[in-house]
T-cell receptor, first 111, second 120 residues
Framework: GENVEQHPSTLSVQEGDSAVIKCTYS??????FPWYKQELGKGPQLIID?????GEKKDQRIAVTLNKTAKHFSLHITETQPEDSAVYFC??????????FGTGTRLLVSP | GAVVSQHPSRVICKSGTSVKIECRSL??????MFWYRQFPKQSLMLMAT?????????EQGVEKDKFLINHASLTLSTLTVTSAHPEDSSFYIC????????????????FGDGTRLSIL
């Protein structure tokens, strides 16, 4: 079945630094790649997404890059703030319109 | 926009009780909703896909008679955990997808805030 690998599993940065999380996938038919942020005790919140006809998308401090040939996509957070601390999940869509999630990255931003 | 409301947020009940969880899309119509289960420090595991007006599609290994799903309107899906036991204790999360059923690849899924179910 579809598989999504996500790295790193934990990431600690200082406030103001950049953070990068990478996901690789195996299903070449996937064409939608969202990123979610999950805070403790809450549901995942969609923070940015990208479709396969675009290589990069940016929204303020958050950007996503996609390399469809290499089957990987990355989340970039610049000028990190303590409130960015959370668990981040990447996901891909499948031929059945379902999402397959990565294993998650726990991001800790220290003041 | 794209708000999904899930209730209740927390349930504690005795073994053998049935528990119903509601998932509502507040400002958009969702012909397709999804139910996930999440164990501590793990990723989301899809349990079933709920389509308005038709039977839910369950993932392999999920007991359909244990986890009853009803999607009677374009804004409401319910998950009922029947005769719950301690091993059913978990964090259950629903999501609702924008767009029409079966149409449009890559339509965003928006999640509720989850229900923490604890069976004593």
């Amino acid at each position: 079945g579809e598989n999504v690998e996500q790295h790193p599993s934990t990431l600690s940065v200082q406030e103001g630094d950049s953070a990068v999380i990478k996901c690789t996938y195996s299903d070449s038919a996937s064409n939608y790649f969202p990123w979610y942020k999950q805070e403790l005790g809450k549901g995942p919140q969609l923070i940015i997404d990208i479709r396969s006809n675009v290589g990069e998308k940016k929204d303020q401090r958050i950007a996503v890059t996609l390399n469809k040939t290499a089957k990987h996509f990355s989340l970039h957070i610049t000028e990190t703030q303590p409130e960015d601390s959370a668990v981040y999940f990447c996901a891909i869509n499948t031929g059945f319109q379902k999402l397959v999630f990565g294993t998650g990255t726990r991001l800790l931003v220290s003041p | 926009g794209a708000v999904v409301s899930q209730h209740p947020s927390r349930v504690i009940c005795k073994s053998g009780t049935s528990v119903k969880i509601e998932c509502r899309s507040l400002d958009f119509q969702a012909t397709t909703m999804f139910w996930y289960r999440q164990f501590p420090k793990q990723s989301l595991m899809l349990m079933a896909t709920s389509n308005e007006g038709s039977k839910a599609t369950y993932e392999q290994g999920v007991e359909k008679d244990k986890f009853l799903i009803n999607h009677a309107s374009l804004t409401l899906s319910t998950l009922t955990v029947t005769s719950a036991h301690p091993e059913d204790s978990s964090f259950y999360i629903c999501s609702a997808r924008e767009g029409v059923q079966g149409g449009g690849t890559g339509q965003p899924q928006h999640f509720g805030d989850g229900t923490r179910l604890s069976i004593l």
